[in-house]
């Protein structure tokens, strides 16, 4: 009901500034624009009375208008135009209110301040708390009717027919836009009709949430009509008609389905105006979230949530919706289901004509079936057991987008044999030339021709009849570098190579060739794999102890119990990596002259588990890459760097970083790629009078050979002969005798022997318990003539022992030691010269603290001379935790 009018507009303006609202003036052409050179300050500054009375003052006509947002106190206006009032719009946005449970707030918007326009819209004002008022917004739209156009409109569709006129029906003005109000009238507006206020006024805006004002906003946009732009992902293609009014599965569901039917459990009618239903949440949660019907000639499903499975203020055709949820947005798959369950005429289709290739193949894995075991024959020398697969999946790559998402399902469902993945991405185990595993990463040629072996692709071309026929066609290279681009991908995962039976984590035997799903190793065994009984026997284990101590091992001229402990050590370590954690140390081979029997150690281990064998490199970098190498592409468990020049000394910190490491991380060569790999290889290292400095003393195994004797390469009468054709006849007897000890050594409860040895106190407890157990004695028995090994360390005693018979427990200076005890100063490695004041005090901070056999550097600041002195300590007990003198 219209209340009465302010009589002037001064009045007017004292009225909206008393309401906290600020007021422009509006020129009075029709135009609607301010009636100020610049009125963007009013944005943020609220015009005062004193403007008022300038603009206002009765010697021009004007209009009045407020600006809104957040300098009229966050107030929005909304408005309906005159052309949606006459729609009826807003009765059905009022009716769409009260199904949202949005009426109460609705109801305060239409009876606060309500002015309806000289077109005969409706303007409405609301003043918004917990948020700003957002800025303009055109919340609904049509397209305009024929008799609707301008002269203006009319010769825009003749130069662009495919234009879209539009009419909007509901709109916003918020912040930075103003809005005219009454008592505008005359020329202000173009119709030269009034603005006239029918409800309220500005001291009776409602106040409203920011929420609340959102959810009338959503309410608002369902009534837009304006046709939305359709993807396939949401409203498939339409396609060309097929012959003889077939009809496609999707396109047959179209026509029979019910929206109610495909949204149940989602969403629940709310109401239904015209042709248009109103939907909510099936759970009664809310109001208002979707609707359909709106345009007769497209039935689309609008969804203006974000709680759902549908992108909001997206259309949804009825096969794309059932696609979405039923689906998962996959459109084959839907068109797939509906042919099954009867929608659609059999399209006809001319099938590929494919060929058998030679009846079933062999995959070259067990990977899709990890509980098969088989039994090797003793002597057969099999390659690992192969999985018959009987038939070949087949793969649409019509569309490259299907395609990928079809290769991923293949990987996904196990349907692609003998392929794998690491960090670097997927893979597959080889041998090379010798017999040996490699690991090939894939390359785009790599995947596209195992796709060519392993899958029948084709993609489905459409003659002019609608007729589809199918041809064969492979993947596309930029297809395969999609695939290999990404960061993970449904395979196994390939986390090493063993080349023997090992023994899994939870202690069980590996021993079946192939993939092995619980533990992610490939067994390619490297001699064949002999059966082994149930249960260890005594006599068993006797019988492997004879094998490999008293046959194999029996006529090596170890120095002592040490070196033979060590080396078995090493032959024992590949079958339990998988059992322990950590790092091992390496094994250094060594021996007092040329012939002694370090090759035929090297043979032992190439026989049982190959060996990856590599020259030693000239620098650091080199052997970076060296070591990437072997652990990237090579399955062998050993790797050895042969014949060292002779009395090499092993200083590198390089190997100091390699040993201490449980995974090696590096660039790959020739790329940019990084990648982290397990370090799970045993390192050895032969040559003659080896020696060792630096960090690398602590974390080498020594086997020393001494044969005593002038021509050792002419020794004979060995227990087992020449031994390497011992080791090629009886190489899988070694392997299933160490086997058996290992298990022996399990079945009475893996017994340890607590050794410390820094980082490989684990393993070396692991050994020294299963050691015991086979009665070898010797395991780490070596530690003082290790320590003799390291030249470094013996220099460093020398020189501390020196020092403190010449000095005692004196702090001194540097070049009090240079004099002191020069002879005792080890030399700069580089000039092979004594070292300078400088240099032995770098030297000196670098070691302070650090025990040299019982001996060790303290350093202390003088502080009357400025400079650092130091002095040696003696431990008491050899550096066994007891105080010092």
Excluded at 104 to 130: C, I
Excluded at 633 to 660: A, E, H, M
Excluded at 670 to 675: D, E, I, N, Q, R
Aim: proline share 8%; net charge negative; charged share 25%.
């Amino acid at each position: 009901m219209p209340d009465a009018q302010t009589p002037t507009l001064r009045a007017a303006a004292r009225e909206l500034h008393d309401a906290g609202l600020c007021v422009l003036p509006i020129k009075a052409d029709g135009s609607k624009a301010a009636a100020v050179p610049k009125w963007t300050p009013y944005k943020v500054t609220r015009s005062t009375p004193a403007e008022h009375d300038r603009w206002f003052d009765g010697t021009r006509p004007r209009g009045i208008a407020v600006v809104y947002g957040g300098v009229s106190g966050n107030v929005e206006m909304i408005e309906f135009e005159g052309h949606a009032i006459a729609d009826g719009l807003l009765d059905e946005v009022t009716d769409i209110m009260d199904a949202s449970g949005l009426g109460d707030d609705w109801a305060t918007v239409l009876n606060g301040w309500a002015t309806e326009s000289p077109s005969g819209g409706r303007h409405y004002r609301v003043r918004v708390e917990g948020g700003d008022a957002p800025g303009n917004l055109k919340l609904a739209q049509r397209l305009a009717r024929e008799d609707e156009y301008t002269d203006e409109e009319r010769q825009r569709l003749r130069e662009k027919p495919n234009a879209k006129i539009l009419r909007v029906q509901i709109e916003t003005r918020g912040e930075g836009g103003y809005g005219l109000v009454e008592p505008s009238s005359g020329t202000v507006h173009a119709s030269g009709r009034p603005y006239t206020r029918i409800a309220g006024g500005p001291d009776s805006i409602p106040t409203l949430n920011a929420d609340v004002l959102a959810a009338i906003h959503d309410v608002c946009r369902m009534l837009d009509t304006v046709p939305k732009p359709e993807t396939p992902k949401t409203a498939p293609r339409e396609l060309r008609p097929l012959p003889d009014g077939g009809l496609r599965p999707g396109e047959d569901y179209e026509q029979r389905a019910e929206w109610q039917d495909i949204l149940a459990g989602i969403f629940r009618p709310l109401l239904t105006r015209g042709n248009t239903t109103y939907w909510g949440w099936a759970d009664g949660v809310g109001g208002v979230k979707a609707t359909t019907g709106r345009d007769p000639a497209r039935d689309r499903l609008y969804v203006f949530a974000t709680g759902s499975e549908f992108q909001a203020d997206t259309p949804y055709t009825k096969f794309g919706a059932y696609a979405l949820v039923h689906h998962g947005g996959n459109h084959n798959a839907a068109a797939a289901e509906l042919r099954r369950r009867g929608y659609g005429s059999e399209p006809p289709r001319r099938r590929l004509n494919l060929v058998d290739a030679n009846g079933p193949f062999n995959d070259g894995s067990s990977a899709l079936d990890p509980d098969h075991y088989p039994d090797v024959a003793e002597g057969d020398g099999a390659p690992p057991s192969l999985r018959v697969v009987s038939s070949r999946p087949e793969l649409d790559i019509t569309n490259e987008a299907d395609a990928l998402d079809g290769v991923l399902r293949l990987m996904a469902n196990e349907q692609l044999p003998d392929l794998y993945k690491r960090s670097g991405g997927p893979c597959w185990v080889a041998r090379d030339d010798n017999g040996a595993p490699l690991v090939q990463q894939l390359g785009t040629d790599n995947l596209r021709a195992y796709m060519a072996e392993h899958v029948t692709s084709f993609t489905v071309k459409r003659d002019p009849d609608g007729i589809e026929s199918e041809e064969r066609e492979l993947l596309m290279p930029k297809t395969c570098s999609t695939i290999l681009g990404r960061k993970d991908w449904p395979l196994p995962e390939l986390r090493g190579v063993v080349t023997s039976p090992v023994i899994r984590p939870d202690g069980s035997l590996l021993n079946s060739p192939g993939y092995d799903r619980d533990t992610g190793l490939y067994l390619q065994p490297r001699v064949p794999i002999r059966r082994l009984q149930p249960t260890v026997t005594p006599e068993s284990l006797d019988r492997a102890r004879d094998i490999v101590l008293s046959q194999m091992l029996a006529d090596f001229p170890w120095v002592a119990d040490s070196d033979r402990a060590h080396f078995l050590g090493a032959l024992l370590t590949p079958i339990l990596r998988p059992y322990f954690h950590g790092p091992t140390p390496m094994w250094v081979f060594t021996a007092t002259a040329p012939g002694s029997g370090k090759s035929l150690l090297k043979d032992i281990l190439t026989a049982t588990y190959g060996v990856a064998d590599t020259a030693w490199p000239e620098n650091d970098t080199e052997l970076r890459k060296s070591i990437t190498t072997q652990l990237y592409t090579t399955g062998q468990p050993v790797v050895v760097f042969d014949n060292l020049p002779n009395g090499y000394i092993i200083k590198t910190p390089l190997i100091s970083s390699l040993l201490t490491g449980e995974f090696w991380g590096d660039r790959v060569l020739g790329s940019t790629a990084s990648v982290t790999m397990p370090n799970d290889r045993v390192w050895v290292l032969t040559g003659n009078a080896l020696r060792v400095g630096g960090d690398n003393a602590r974390r080498t195994m020594w086997v020393r050979l001494d044969p005593d004797c002038p021509n050792p390469d002419q020794r004979d009468g060995f227990k087992v002969g020449d031994l390497r054709p011992w080791l090629r006849a009886n190489a899988s007897t070694v392997v299933a005798a160490l086997v058996t000890m290992v298990r022996a050594w399990l079945a009475a409860g893996a017994p340890t022997v607590r050794v410390r040895k820094g980082d490989y106190s684990e393993w070396a407890s692991m050994l020294a318990g299963l050691l015991e157990f086979i009665e070898v004695p010797g395991w780490m028995a070596d530690r003082q003539a290790a320590a003799e090994q390291d030249d470094e360390a013996l220099e460093w005693m020398g020189l501390l022992v020196a020092w403190r018979q010449k000095f005692g427990a004196q702090p001194v200076t540097v070049g009090a030691v240079l004099s002191g005890v020069a002879d005792f100063v080890p030399r700069d490695p580089r000039t092979g010269e004594m070292p300078t004041a400088n240099r032995l005090g770098a030297w000196l901070k670098a070691r302070d603290g650090r025990y040299f056999g019982t001996h060790k550097v303290v350093k202390i600041y003088d502080r009357h001379r400025c400079q650092n002195t130091y002095r040696v300590d003696v431990h008491e007990d050899g550096g066994m935790g007891q105080a010092e003198l």
